[in-house]
């Protein structure tokens, strides 16, 4: 059973910061591309920042130069700086992997966490 669980989500004023964590759990797992994404009731999923497994990053053009994704593969975990906040980035935050189990499957699964709620107010 692999499991992703988020943590770092808050309350937070406009221009503020915040670091959002996503640990992977299970058995034998390799871990491919991890990413963010962010989802406001009513619309759809949005890709906030991806890394592969090599460290390449690739984020959305809404927080370019402000978002930061990294990630400690001897952990497992992906991590998202987030500065200079701004009102429109309230969102719930999802934490997604590209998990590759070989004792198990011979294929990848995509898993998704639970979300973690980010608001920052104006």
């Known amino acids: 059973q692999v499991q992703l669980v988020e943590s770092g989500g808050d309350l937070v004023q406009a221009g503020g910061s915040l670091r959002l964590s996503c640990a992977v759990s299970?058995?034998?797992?390799?871990?491919?591309?991890m990413g963010w994404y962010r989802q406001v009731l009513g619309k759809q999923r949005e890709l906030v920042a991806t890394?592969?497994?090599?460290?390449?990053?690739n984020y959305a053009d809404s927080v370019e130069g402000r978002f930061s994704i990294s990630r400690d593969n001897g952990k497992n975990t992906v991590y998202l700086q987030m500065n200079s906040l701004k009102p429109e980035d309230t969102a719930l935050y999802y934490c997604?992997?590209?998990?590759?189990?070989?004792?198990?499957?011979?294929?990848?699964?995509?898993?998704w966490g639970q979300g973690t709620q980010v608001t920052v107010s104006s």
């Open positions: 299970g058995r034998a797992i390799i871990i491919n591309t």
């Open positions: 890394i592969t497994s090599g460290g390449s990053a």
């Open positions: 997604n992997a590209d998990v590759f189990q070989p004792n198990y499957r011979a294929y990848v699964i995509n898993y």
